[in-house]
């Protein structure tokens, strides 16, 4: 009989384990996908479908009239567009949250577009550079991918046929981590999240469905933001042409316009420039329809609006950032309408 309750006992135990060892199982696995639910991408505010740890890339994007339509431009965080020569703008597009295959087409480096990566925490991507664009890239430490030492090599750049060189040079991003790691890069990183505001948050200001950007005399050649009633967001054009992606034919659409003013400087003959992203000053910041006059700082190396000292949030969703030169300044480049 003893031997019987014994036996009776330790099939108990074993059955009582089981049990505590499913709901265990069950605790870690509601856990885990609690943590996956709560997951944003730091530099979107949007709910995670994806890893939230791979290292943001940093990409120079050529914005020349013969390089529209661009590839890959609508899948990126953050967009920083800046004078590059002239009146001709180029992007510096960072990625995280979403990885497109291709990217381009892509031009080469500046000073204030890689210190730009750099604060990011970005690898920085180009085509070409002057030889003492490359001294301080090295010299910087920045980790990066030069698209002249891979030309055309069909792996991590593609030079396409149906563009003319040097408009045709297209980063092949599926390779881009494992030449990364060959580099002796971090291909990983822990972010920091920007400020987001809540889902549904108002935002105050005066109502701005428009925004004009005149970096340049020529029609063409001004940016236009068009806020979308029905999506909350804007549309960006140049000129009268709608920005689209040349892969998948959509459109450029964002949750954040900011404007900034800051210095500018011609620094050779060539008309390559220095841009003062340091010292902060004065922006317009585009949300929901709405415009908010505000300040620009630099804050851990990131671009950030503030209000009377505080932070402005941004509006979870996709970020685009005009700087223009403070000479003249917003009120004569920029022109904002409500229609």
């Not at 943590?35 to 505010?45: E, I, N, R």
């Not at 479908?49 to 914005?63: F, I, L, Q, S, W």
């Not at 664009?133 to 030069?146: R, S």
């Not at 998948?248 to 841009?275: F, K, Y």
Request: aromatic share 10%; hydrophobic share 35%; glycine share 8%.
């Amino acid at each position: 009989m003893k031997k019987v309750l014994f036996v009776l006992f330790t099939l108990m135990l074993v059955f009582m384990a089981g049990c505590k060892d499913e709901v265990n199982n069950n605790q870690d696995k509601h856990s885990e996908l609690s943590k996956d639910q709560d997951s944003t991408y730091a530099f979107t505010g949007l709910p995670a479908d994806g890893p939230t740890n791979n290292r943001m890339v940093a990409v120079m994007v050529n914005n020349h009239a013969k390089a529209r339509p661009q590839t890959g431009l609508s899948q990126a965080d953050i967009v920083f567009e800046l004078l590059a020569e002239g009146n001709i703008t180029r992007f510096l597009a960072l990625y995280q949250s979403e990885l497109p295959s291709v990217i381009g087409p892509v031009r080469s480096a500046r000073e204030y577009y890689f210190d730009l990566a750099h604060a990011y925490d970005a690898i920085y991507v180009y085509h070409g550079a002057a030889d003492f664009i490359d001294q301080m890239i090295q010299d910087k430490g920045i980790d990066h991918l030069n698209g002249s030492l891979y030309d055309n090599d069909g792996i991590l750049f593609k030079r396409e046929s149906f563009r003319k060189p040097p408009h045709n040079s297209y980063l092949q991003l599926n390779a881009l981590y494992d030449k990364a790691e060959e580099k002796g890069y971090d291909v990983t990183a822990a972010y920091e999240a920007l400020p987001f505001a809540e889902a549904g948050s108002e935002v105050t200001g005066t109502p701005a469905t428009l925004a004009k950007v005149g970096y340049s005399n020529n029609p063409s050649e001004v940016v236009q933001y068009t806020f979308r009633q029905d999506s909350g967001s804007y549309i960006r054009s140049n000129g009268q042409q709608q920005t689209i992606d040349m892969e998948t034919e959509e459109p450029i659409e964002v949750s954040n316009v900011l404007i900034m003013e800051a210095h500018h400087e011609v620094i050779d003959q060539s008309g390559r420039r220095a841009i003062d992203l340091d010292s902060g000053g004065k922006a317009y910041l585009l949300q929901k329809g709405v415009l908010q006059e505000v300040e620009w700082k630099r804050q851990a190396g990131r671009i950030i609006p503030v209000k009377n000292g505080k932070e402005v949030p941004f509006v979870p969703g996709k970020t685009w950032i005009n700087v223009i030169p403070k000479q003249p300044g917003l009120q004569e480049i920029v022109t904002i309408s409500s229609e």
